[in-house]
């Protein structure tokens, strides 16, 4: 299994893809329990729904599944939400706050994990983000995800459908956080929010350094945006994904409209 996928184009856009895989290798599957087997926290056909949105674009994509290694968090462990409630590079419970692990893994298999699954796809993101940038003078990363609208151990009451991430700020030109926002809040029956409760996760905050050219925002997604019923077996409702999908292809194509003017800005 490679733990990594890397289709190249040669737009200024990188779509970074950490939490579409459910490969589980069989040792550590078998060390799941029977509600760590479901893989619920998987972001469900997040590939599919953006797929051929923005042709030329570069997608990096984890294979792997989060439970096996979370590839958007601290590779130190630490956490990216100090306080409140979120799951770990090793995930020891899943979004309910219920435990996934007949045998959760101890720190050298945790290590091993990091160095097999996360190393190898980050490794590969970056060097994306390089070859974007020495092609455009600025690349722009684009993280996508989706999570469950109602999850009470995360955030209270009922997620946006658009959920916007720079770190409050700190991760891309205002010109990129502005334009995202502008979509989304035109974007007719939607609701969106931008740094609530999610802000960005690692991958954001590392990558996205606008003072070398590297821009990094995060879309979380709710799945009531684009699924039949956020619940197994987590069906594809291909009507909600062909009226979200031109929001998306805006934004990408927006983003890589915008590009060329961000070059040596800080």
């Known amino acids: 299994m490679t733990p990594v996928e890397v289709q190249r184009g040669d737009s200024p856009i990188v779509l970074g893809l950490p939490h579409t895989g459910t490969h589980v290798p069989d040792a550590i599957m078998a060390k799941l329990n029977p509600r760590g087997q479901g893989l619920d926290d998987t972001d469900w056909h997040i590939d599919r729904l953006y797929d051929g949105l923005l042709p030329s674009a570069t997608t990096v994509r984890a294979t792997f599944h989060r439970y096996v290694v979370d590839a958007n968090r601290d590779p ?52 994306e983000l390089a070859r974007v940038r020495d092609l455009h003078g600025v690349a722009i990363l684009y993280d996508c995800h989706s999570i469950r609208s109602e999850i009470p151990f995360l955030f209270d009451g009922t997620l946006p459908d658009f959920n916007i991430g720079t770190n409050l700020g700190a991760t891309c030109a205002p010109e990129i956080e502005a334009a995202v926002q502008e979509i989304c809040a035109a974007a007719d029956g939607y609701t969106s929010t931008t740094n609530g409760r ?32 956020e619940a197994a077996p987590w069906t594809y409702d291909t009507a909600k994904a062909a009226r979200l999908r031109p929001h998306l292809k805006t934004i990408l194509t927006t983003l890589a409209d915008l590009a060329p003017t961000l070059k040596g800005t800080t």
Request: hydrophobic share 35%; proline share 6%.
């Open 198 to 229: 999610f802000k960005g996760g690692w991958t954001t905050r590392h990558y996205g350094r606008p003072g070398e050219g590297f821009h990094a925002i995060q879309m979380e997604l709710a799945q009531s945006t684009y699924l039949s019923a």
């Open 76 to 127: 130190s462990g630490v956490s990216l939400y100090p306080g409140q409630n979120t799951t770990g590079l090793v995930p020891l419970t899943d979004f309910e706050g219920r435990d996934i692990w007949t045998e959760a893994p101890e720190e050298a298999e945790v290590a091993a994990r990091r160095e097999a699954f996360h190393a190898p796809y980050h490794a590969a993101l970056e060097a």
